[in-house]
């Protein structure tokens, strides 16, 4: 019977071969709206703009009160020095060409016209990236700008005003849309200085230079947004703007992050795009990967996240406070909080695809609070407005926003020796190692996938949708017919597959009565046929590293962990074994690999305190503490036990230090987070002696055990 369906199953892939090329596990398929224009920015008060000279640097400022003749510009412009030079534009219309090298020439005649002033730094920032500026004296023409009474939304139009230091003109204009914003916590560094640790920034969609720096930000309504402070090349043209709340903030003399201004609702397409777009994570990559709903349990993302079917990867959703999206990306780093949140997923690799370098996932249960996108059903016309979202790297965000439009359509291949597939060349800033984001329409109807390929400047590579719905359908999980010559064949194979799969089953069954009857060669032989006839049968391999001893056993712990479908109570296992044989690096490896996708599993934390010790890491030890009794807080008594162990062992270890054991004690007890053993750790202090300080926290770790 097995000859007669492996043949069976050959006729298949030969008919699937004159038809075009598929496999279960990577399937390729071979082929023979009115964007909205920008807003006009219109009234910009350009009287109230201004140049910064101080000392060997330059920037841009602007001058928020006319009657106290103050300024603003960013405190990295005016680095050390106390006095700087300001120059208003003499022409605020700007109607004639605004020469650099002409107003440097024109400097004396300025000053006499009071548009070149000197100016007196007042206070700086090192929290906010901000510093007031006193002037000496004011041009009649200047007018102080308006403040806006609001945080721009994600897609909102703004327009600054900078001195570029490589051009020869100033006061010129970029404009580009909001692309995320929120509170940055590590700041970035400007003028040889780490400032703004304390900063609500912007990420706008516009380029900014050196000279460009404390440049007022307008809205279209000509009313200050905020101050242009850095750039994030990596996701270019990304420009990070400090916010008129933070300014505000700065005047009033508080730095610390305090109400915010009104914050305007998210505009669609934008809010889709945010309910469908998902943080995916695998175990084995650092990078950050982009991918979307196309259903309640399938999500579409790029054939780098990985290619091996029943592989696992963790996904991550956005986080809503207040009914906003949380964009900081400081938001997403702790998988097990966002667990708790019920904003994380483990997911399985359905299929992959490396013709259009696609990869369908499948997850364990469903986002309540998402939304799927809908497929269009017209590819875009070129020059139509397109939108997309990915969470950059190197960025200070996720769920970052980005419109552009269609440059051209066109048939390409993604890779040498594959035939060609239909693509969008989209203008879009660059993904920064973060590919496989939705790419959408004015109608929030998915038009693409943001692919892994880069082009030059602002040249996206796109997989169009018909090429999505395609492989969606060959897969069987758009919940239609086959729709193709292909996809019947696979649905064929499929068909096939469960058929062997059933056989696995039996010999399974029959291997399990053999088992019991004492006849263990026999058992490992139907285990062995149960696998041939089906890879993924992990029962079978259970039994199989049971009954094995020696080179085998081991063998087949790598194939069933690294070839086979993901099990996290094999990877535990294993972990666990490891451990038994000292082999501390091996478990620590598999404990990072099992917890990177299954952050709530409190055992896994447990063991991976013991491990951590044993590796000299103690710091992570003790931070395993807190996560262990965060993912199940009966692991109390547990936590306790082996908390008392591993000090008694550091006593054993360094008997003439024991500050070595109180301090590792007293550090994995405050990082626990557990109330009572902070109040033990107050009165243990008490005492002079390292020893009585243990003798006093072990009493507190035992009152926890039963």
Same mark, same amino acid.
């Not at 309910?275 to 990078?287: C, D, G, L």
């Not at 091996?308 to 780093?333: D, K, T």
């Not at 702790?334 to 990869?359: E, G, K, M």
């Not at 070839?563 to 038994?580: C, I, M, T």
């Given at each position: ?26 399937? *390729? ?11 006009? @920015? ?27 003749? =103050? ?5 990295? /412009? ?65 007018? %102080? ?17 900078? !001195? ?95 109400? *915010? ?88 690799? /359905? ?43 190197? /960025? ?47 109608? %929030? ?38 729709? *193709? ?6 649905? /064929? ?63 087949? =712990?790598?194939? %069933? ?6 099990? *996290? ?41 013991? @491990? ?5 890491? !103690? ?88």
């Amino acid at each position: 019977m097995y000859r007669t369906i492996v043949g069976i199953v050959w006729i298949v892939i030969l008919l699937s071969v004159a038809g075009g090329t598929l496999t279960c596990f990577s399937p *390729s398929f071979p082929y023979p709206n009115p964007g909205s224009a920008p807003s006009r @920015v219109s009234d910009l008060p350009l009287s109230a703009c201004a140049w910064i000279r101080a000392g060997h640097t330059s920037g841009a400022g602007v001058l928020i009160d006319g009657k106290r003749r =103050w300024l603003i510009t960013a405190r990295h /412009v005016v680095g050390e020095q106390k006095q700087v030079e300001v120059v208003f534009p003499d022409d605020p219309t700007l109607s004639e060409q605004a020469d650099r090298l002409a107003y440097l020439r024109r400097r004396e005649s300025l000053r006499q016209s009071r548009h070149w002033v000197a100016g007196r730094v007042l206070r700086v920032s090192e929290e906010l990236d901000v510093a007031l500026i006193e002037l000496e004296d004011l041009p009649a023409s200047s007018t %102080a700008a308006r403040w806006v009474n609001r945080t721009p939304a994600l897609g909102e139009l703004l327009t600054l005003i900078g !001195h570029r230091a490589d051009l020869p003109t100033l006061w010129n204009r970029s404009a580009g849309r909001v692309r995320a914003y929120g509170y940055v916590q590590e700041g970035y560094f400007a003028g040889g200085r780490k400032v703004a640790t304390a900063a609500h920034l912007l990420l706008v969609q516009l380029p900014i230079e050196e000279g460009d720096s404390g440049g007022p930000v307008f809205d279209v309504r000509g009313e200050l947004a905020g101050l242009g402070v850095a750039v994030r090349r990596v996701a270019a043209p990304a420009a990070l703007v400090v916010s008129a709340e933070d300014i505000e903030r700065f005047l009033r003399g508080d730095v610390r992050p305090a109400h *915010s201004f009104p914050r305007a609702a998210f505009q669609h397409p934008i809010d889709r795009l945010i309910q469908a777009t998902v943080w995916v994570r695998p175990a084995s990559a650092n990078r950050p990967f982009a991918g979307f709903l196309v259903d309640t349990r399938h999500v579409v993302t790029v054939a780098a996240v990985g290619t091996r079917v029943g592989e696992a990867v963790g996904v991550a959703a956005p986080l809503f406070v207040n009914g906003r999206c949380q964009q900081q990306r400081h938001s997403y780093q702790d998988n097990l909080d966002l667990h708790h949140r019920n904003l994380w997923r483990w997911a399985t690799i /359905v299929a992959s695809d490396p013709v259009r370098q696609i990869t369908v996932l499948r997850l364990s249960a469903p986002f309540a609070h998402m939304q799927p996108l809908t497929l269009a059903s017209q590819p875009p016309r070129v020059g139509e407005a397109i939108h997309a979202m990915n969470h950059p790297a190197g /960025v200070e965000f996720a769920w970052v926003y980005a419109q552009g439009i269609v440059r051209q359509r066109g048939l390409s291949s993604l890779a040498e020796s594959q035939p060609p597939v239909r693509l969008l060349i989209g203008q879009l800033p660059s993904h920064a190692a973060c590919p496989g984001g939705p790419v959408v329409n004015d109608r %929030a109807e998915l038009v693409g996938v943001w692919l892994e390929r880069e082009g030059p400047a602002q040249a996206a590579y796109i997989l169009r949708a018909e090429e999505v719905r395609h492989f969606l359908n060959v897969l069987g999980v758009d919940g239609r017919g086959p729709d *193709s010559g292909e996809a019947l064949c696979f649905r /064929v194979a499929q068909r096939l597959s469960h058929i062997m799969q059933a056989v696995a089953r039996g010999l399974l069954i029959r291997a399990e009565e053999k088992m019991r009857n004492g006849q263990k060669q026999a058992a490992l032989e139907d285990l062995a046929l149960a696998i041939r006839w089906d890879p993924t049968c992990l029962p079978a391999r259970k039994w199989r590293l049971q009954l094995l001893e020696g080179e085998a056993l081991e063998a087949e =712990w790598h194939t %069933a962990i690294e070839q086979g479908p993901f099990d *996290s109570d094999l990877l535990l296992q294993r972990s666990q074994r490891a451990v038994e044989r000292r082999d501390w690096r091996l478990a620590r490896g598999d404990l990072q690999r099992l917890l990177a996708i299954r952050p709530e599993i409190a055992e896994a934390h447990r063991l991976r305190i013991r @491990v951590l010790l044993e590796l000299g890491e !103690h710091e992570q030890a003790a931070a395993a503490v807190r996560d262990t009794l965060r993912a199940d807080p009966r692991q109390l008594p547990a936590v306790a036990r082996l908390l008392e162990q591993q000090t008694e062992d550091l006593l054993r270890k360094y008997p003439l230090q024991p500050q070595v054991a109180r301090d590792w004690l007293r550090l994995a007890m405050q990082r626990s987070g557990y109330q009572p053993w902070q109040e033990a750790i107050r009165k243990a202090a008490t005492f002079q002696e390292a020893r009585q300080q243990i003798e006093y926290l072990i009493r507190a770790l035992q009152r926890e055990q039963p």
